[in-house]
């Protein structure tokens, strides 16, 4: 089974704070995606990367960024944290042909 | 173009009977349609796909229909019970472009009585 571990599950931050979320794969897959899940909006798509250093926006980049420097960690940057980026964020990972598996989530509540 | 329109928004189904969740595309491109089953508190997990090349596909008690010609497809729950109440995505994707990125639903949320 693939293994997509978000090490922060709950957070809770002030409106201004730098925020990382992390994510790691247990396997040596290529490519790496953060969602943002919102009520009646479903899954967007935040920024993916399909290599090392290598990144591209999804449909809804503003206010985030992300860093891979090994392959197996993809982590999401909130810079300036502002309460309309309160929301469940899951990180994926493409394992083989097109099916992505998902992590358990990071609630972040900015306040 | 990119969207997946997905409905209804919510259902409510007796034990035993047999919920439909549509969606619909617009991108003839697509070519891989899954289907995730999230739980709260829980990442959605992958329940079944399908390609543009069959027109139904069964995993046990989850059917997928796929009209092409529509671009549309359905998740079908046969016998239905109360461990199924979930909310559910369809998706998209494109795996020709190489980048494997997903459009999903906006979700149904399922609710089946005892």
């Known amino acids: 089974d693939v293994k997509v571990t978000q090490s922060s599950r709950y957070l809770v931050k002030r409106t201004g704070e730098k925020v990382f979320l992390e994510c790691v794969q247990d396997?040596?897959?290529?490519?790496m995606f953060w969602y943002r899940q919102d009520p009646g909006l479903g899954l967007r798509l935040i920024y993916f990367s399909y290599d090392v250093k290598m990144k591209e926006k999804g449909d809804i980049p503003e206010g985030y960024s992300v860093s891979r420097e090994k392959k197996e960690r993809f982590s999401l940057i909130l810079e300036s944290a502002s309460t309309n980026q309160t929301s469940m964020y899951l990180c994926?990972?493409?394992?083989?042909?097109?099916?992505?598996?998902f992590g358990e989530g990071s609630w972040l509540t900015v306040v | 173009q990119q969207q997946v329109k997905q409905s209804p928004q919510s259902l409510i189904v007796q034990k035993g009977g047999i919920p439909i969740i549509n969606c619909a595309y617009e991108?003839?491109?697509?070519?891989?349609f899954p289907w995730y089953q999230q739980f709260p508190g829980k990442g959605p997990a992958l329940l079944i796909a399908?390609?543009?090349?069959?027109s139904e596909k069964k995993e046990g008690r989850f059917t997928i229909s796929f009209n092409k010609s529509a671009k549309q497809f359905s998740l079908h729950i046969m016998d239905s019970q109360p461990g199924d109440s979930a909310t559910y995505f369809c998706?998209?994707?494109?795996?020709?472009?190489?980048?494997?990125?997903?459009?999903f639903g906006t979700g149904t949320r399922l609710k089946v009585l005892a």
């Open positions: 399908i390609r543009p090349d069959v």
């Open positions: 991108n003839t491109a697509f070519d891989y």
């Open positions: 994926a990972v493409r394992h083989s042909g097109n099916t992505i598996y």
């Open positions: 396997m040596d897959h290529e490519n």
């Open positions: 998706a998209a994707s494109r795996g020709a472009s190489g980048t494997y990125k997903y459009i």
